[in-house]
């Protein structure tokens, strides 16, 4: 990689913090390509040049959220012995960054019905990493499971658990009062599966 190159990801990188502030703090409607050249000093050229639009930049924060999601969610993972301890940890993470965001996603979830398809369809390369891992929660706690599936289960929950984020967004009722209930759920589904 070039100097060049390796200059043209770090102003990405720094465009992309503060994209992220913005999109969280008023939401993707509302943030202006223009107020972000602004409070990042560079031109609204420049965002075009590295993002080419207001909605490929939305698409780059969206990808760098699900990045920093699996980061964190290994990290956690690593102190936790069993696999319910694993889901659970997958489902407080998920409504976790889904209640801190709620304004960067808001918006196109509610305007879009099928905003949870589309992400995982358009982002399905940063997901895989984490329908393996619960796969791998899934196989560890039924050994039944073989590894198809355990992936099939792992697409199925991740979306069975989307509906709890779409109710909420509905009736802005407490997400994160949801998770034992759904981690249970969940535990109860998989152990109770024969061969699947």
Known sequence: MSIKDKMQEVKKE??????????EKIGYEHMKVADLAK???????TIYALFNSK?????????????????????RALSKSTPQEKIHTFI??????YNQKR?????????????????YKEHS??????YR????????LNPTF???????MAFGINGFSDGYISQWLELNDNLMSKVDEVSELFSCMVESCNEY
């Open 14 to 23: 720094l465009l992309l913090q503060e994209a992220s502030k913005e999109f």
């Open 39 to 45: 409070t990042a000093q560079v031109s609204v050229g």
């Open 55 to 75: 909605e490929g930049l939305y698409i780059a924060y969206i990808e760098h959220q699900i990045d920093n999601f699996f980061v964190e969610l290994e990290q």
């Open 92 to 97: 407080e993470l998920k409504f976790s960054y």
């Open 103 to 119: 304004k960067a996603i808001e918006q196109s979830a509610t305007n879009n019905p099928l905003f949870f398809n589309t992400l």
């Open 125 to 130: 390369k940063p997901f895989q990493k984490i």
């Open 133 to 140: 891992y619960l796969a791998k929660c899934f196989i560890e």
């Open 146 to 152: 073989d590894e198809a599936g355990a992936m099939r």
